[in-house]
């Protein structure tokens, strides 16, 4: 990598653009005091984003902006633009030459760009961190700031070596690290208190799940019971509508047919008798004897109805009776008894009649409300039994309406019989007619009498139909349409030779499965399970994005631990190197002499100590908790000059410290040399004899580096491939000149 160019806008006195080429090694700028050489050098520091006003020497962002003459109007904003060879990819930017450009408006806003892209300040600092150039500044040295390694803290003096050893990079990788550790860690603490927040609730959402199981288990027993008794039942039902079908057909169409024999026969003995006494008495039993068979019709079916609301409330009774079996709860009993016994102590303290009576009295109204709460319960159920006595009193007395029917019906047949005997005595002509009649209406009315068992048989049916469906209805409001499973159930193949008990049994399980189920109270399975599901799956995520975070933030203090030790142990072996050079240079320069860097901790004082030494006391007061000392480390200097016994920086005079600080430079820049190296008046202090190895020392550095030299030295001008002359007019404008070194070292040798 190699710098090529530097272009100047409005920053600044070079109200102009100016350009700098650097084909060289050395280049040197050259020019009066004043003129605006050390203008070049804050360029320099400007375009690679250096953000301390102090260091380009202003107070704020638009005074390095040119602000105009009498002949020149001021800016409105300073542009400086770098560009480098990067044909060796230096960069790690696919392109054979990288420009940086940094503009500053008068609003002291700033940009940064790459390549004609906008980029952020970081994204500079990163990119010049490659190529072992740091925000420090430490490869530009600016006028008066030779000696600045020498006054710098120990500490800061470390910052300097580390980023001259291209060592910053670890430092910004470890603060990076360092603040995604303190995220990942309040993170971690972030989720461990989610998970504390839902573990409560994750308890009780787990025993309703167990509940919810367990009812399910019923909900399972019961689908099978259903499935068994419902396919049994609608098949008996099948079976049954099927028989009284069959059953009814030929009774029914015989009936027909005698209806209309009946009424032939009727005919013809009308017109053979006339107005026969005897035919109109046969006549009068005949409809006495339909009104009882119409009257026996609508009892039967009354009866039906009867029946099935006892059925219905016999079930509910059944019930009830379960539910009944339940004790009053032992709380209230316990407190009854309290409130009973403190009532009784009470009164046993009083020695007055009235008073006990009255406590007597509290103590009686208390037992009474207690039994009226136990009685209240019940209610419900001696309802019941008061509705099922009513029906069983109404399905009595049909019963004996229906048998008195059935007798009367009976005795009208024997008068029939009778009257037809006495017919058949009195009228031979007609005898076989008559008998013929008679025995049709004796057929008929065995015909009824079949019918209308039938018709009881039917209406039993419809009764367990509507059972059928309402089990049906209960059962699907506890286990859903799975109840209509039923249908795909394998039913015996006989059942009607099965005694019904055997499935009224079946249905009493059912019942008491169908109790236990809804005691168990449980709400919305679907629900319930649902946000049991997703709050485990929420504790599990949390549960692995815990894991994942321990696994990150050990993963980064494993990576923090290797940076430190990777840093140490470069920043050691750039300490041994540079030592080397260090010592190589100071005796070059000293002519002998020892130098070195030394690594050193240094123990902050206490606060209690500082607070004691300002209030000049010995000891602080009781209970005083005073901070623990820090340790620091840095960099400490040491040398020793040669043919004297001086020892140490603060004993060196100013022509010492110059040259110490120049061979400190030089050695560094040896060790782990930066791509250029701007030097701005380092040998302003230099006599003729130290500016030759001065001048001797930049061309073995600029073997490694590109130098930028601004001097006034005709020695160190020597050395320079390139001279640039910087003028300023009376329009105070800072102007670019080729100068040959003749003419340059002419000028300041005057």
Do not use: C
Request: cysteine-free; proline content about 2%; charged content about 35%.
């Amino acid at each position: 990598m190699r710098l090529k160019q530097l272009e100047i806008t409005g920053f600044k006195s070079f109200a102009r653009k100016a350009v700098f080429s650097f084909e060289v090694p050395i280049s040197s700028i050259v020019g009066p005091n004043g003129s605006g050489k050390s203008n070049v050098t804050e360029a320099i520091r400007f375009v690679l984003g250096e953000q301390s006003m102090k260091s380009l020497r202003s107070k704020r962002g638009e005074d390095l902006i040119w602000n105009g003459s009498g002949n020149t109007p001021r800016a409105n904003f300073a542009s400086v633009s770098i560009l480098f060879d990067n044909h060796d990819r230096a960069f790690d930017i696919d392109f054979d030459e990288v420009e940086i450009r940094r503009t500053v408006s008068r609003d002291g806003a700033n940009q940064y760009f790459v390549n004609g892209s906008q980029v952020r300040l970081r994204d500079v600092f990163e990119l010049m961190a490659r190529v072992h150039v740091g925000a420090s500044g430490h490869h530009i040295i600016s006028q008066g700031e030779a000696d600045r390694i020498l006054n710098a803290n120990i500490k800061d003096r470390r910052v300097m070596i580390e980023e001259t050893l291209g060592l910053k990079i670890y430092h910004w990788k470890i603060d990076e690290s360092e603040k995604k550790l303190v995220k990942t860690e309040e993170n971690m603490k972030e989720v461990e208190s989610l998970r504390r927040e839902i573990a409560p609730h994750i308890k009780f959402l787990k025993k309703q799940v167990e509940r919810l199981e367990k009812a399910e288990e019923m909900k399972g027993e019961l689908k099978a019971l259903y499935a068994d008794y419902l396919s049994r039942e609608k098949t008996h039902l099948t079976g049954e509508k099927k028989r009284i079908l069959t059953a009814r057909e030929e009774p029914a169409n015989e009936l027909v047919r005698l209806d209309k024999e009946v009424m032939r026969i009727r005919g013809l003995l009308s017109e053979s008798e006339g107005n026969d006494p005897k035919k109109e008495q046969l006549m009068s039993l005949e409809e006495r004897v339909n009104r009882t068979q119409r009257e026996k019709d609508e009892l039967s079916r009354a009866l039906g109805r009867v029946e099935g609301a006892i059925d219905a409330e016999e079930r509910i009774m059944k019930r009830t009776q379960q539910m009944e079996g339940s004790a009053v709860p032992f709380s209230e009993v316990r407190s009854f008894v309290t409130e009973t016994e403190n009532t009784i102590d009470g009164a046993l303290k009083l020695q007055d009649v009235d008073a006990i009576r009255a406590a007597l009295s509290r103590m009686r109204e208390s037992i009474r409300a207690f039994f009226a709460r136990v009685r209240g319960g019940r209610e419900n159920a001696e309802k019941h039994d008061v509705d099922l006595l009513n029906l069983r009193k109404e399905r009595a007395e049909i019963s004996t309406r229906l048998e008195k029917a059935h007798s009367q019906a009976l005795a009208l047949a024997k008068e029939g019989e009778e009257l037809r005997t006495a017919i058949e005595e009195e009228k031979d002509s007609s005898h076989e007619a008559e008998r013929a009649l008679f025995g049709h209406m004796t057929r008929v009315a065995e015909l009824k009498s079949l019918l209308d068992r039938l018709l009881g048989d039917e209406s039993r049916l419809l009764r367990d139909e509507e059972a059928f469906r309402s089990e049906l209805r209960e059962g699907a409001v506890l286990i859903g349409r799975d109840i209509l499973k039923y249908e795909n159930a394998t039913a015996p193949r006989e059942p009607n030779e099965e005694p019904r008990e055997k499935q009224e049994e079946r249905r009493r399980a059912i019942e008491k499965l169908k109790i236990r189920l809804e005691d168990a109270g449980v709400g919305s399975s679907d629900d319930m399970l649902k946000e049991y599901r997703e709050t485990s799956e929420r504790d599990q995520f949390l549960g692995r994005e815990l894991e994942d975070l321990a696994k990150s933030a050990e993963s980064l203090r494993v990576l923090i631990a290797e940076l430190n030790e990777k840093l140490a142990r470069e920043f050691g072996d750039g300490i041994l190197k540079i030592n080397i050079q260090f010592q190589e240079f100071f005796t070059i320069l000293f002519g002998g002499g020892t130098a070195k860097l030394a690594v050193i901790a240094q123990k902050k004082r206490k606060k209690r100590d500082d607070l004691a030494a300002l209030l000049d006391i010995g000891e602080m007061p009781d209970g005083f908790v005073p901070d623990e000392e820090e340790t620091e480390e840095g960099i400490d200097i040491i040398v020793s000059l040669p043919r004297k016994k001086t020892k140490g920086l603060q004993m060196l005079s100013g022509g010492e410290r110059a040259l110490t600080s120049i061979a400190l430079i030089f050695a560094v820049s040896q060790v782990n040399p930066p791509p250029f190296l701007v030097l701005d008046e380092t040998d302003a202090a230099l006599d003729e004899a130290n500016s030759r190895r001065y001048g001797d020392m930049l061309d073995n550095l600029a073997r490694l580096s590109q130098l930028i030299v601004v001097t006034h030295n005709r020695e160190t001008m020597s050395h320079a491939g390139l001279l640039y002359g910087v003028t300023m007019g009376s329009d105070a404008v800072s102007k670019l000149l080729s100068v040959k070194f003749d003419e340059a070292a002419a000028q300041f040798a005057k």
